[in-house]
């Protein structure tokens, strides 16, 4: 076992590296009606009352609150697509780390290394920091939050199932909450997967191949 810093990483056998299966992900959401989305966050906005009066000249206050209105309309909807980038993504990882499972369990000197009742072992969450060690490009994704996300839905509610409050405040802590719940489901300690012993390839989904 390796100790670099305060970070215990798992010894693999021999020296080769290994190919792992690649990482499949859409990061590009598939929103078919734009302006239907835009027409039910003002929808949200009416609903829970977001506007504050604006005091002054009536129809130069009417301006000003539809502007506020298209404004916040036009950030629901930001933070929504955001939103399904991180699910998309944390859905992607996780399929990936079910093909990786059966990698390990397929090669016997990797089988060992998810044992929990071995030590030094990996867990499923080790999956998730061997991306991060590796530095993929996520273009502005948080993987652990994209992962808490898609434990906490197995598909992303629609925009009008959101409140206001779970897009602007809650999303990130509900992600964190799943995100940690699953990573204590492996005993402690739990050893990192040197990057340097595996490879493989992120296949961008979204991309237009024809």
Known sequence: MDIIGDRRFVEVPGGKKHELPPLLVKT??????????????AEIIEQEDMIPPVAGDALAAEEIVERRKMDLALNLVDQYLGLLSHWHWGDAVIEWIRQCEITFGERLELRNLLCSDL??????????????????????????????LRLAFRQMPPIRCCSDQFLFYLNKSVAQTAFQTWLNM???????????????EVVNMSVDVH
Do not use: N, Y
């Not at 492996?186 to 595996?198: N, Q």
């Open 186 to 200: 492996t005993p402690s300690p739990i050893s990192s997967l040197p990057p340097e012993r595996f490879e493989f």
């Open 28 to 41: 590009v959401p598939d929103v078919k009606r734009l302006d239907r989305m835009m027409s039910i966050a």
């Open 119 to 148: 030590w030094p072992h990996a867990g499923r969450s080790s999956f998730v920091t061997l991306l991060e060690d590796k530095e993929i490009k996520t273009e502005g994704v948080q993987l652990e939050k994209a992962v808490g």
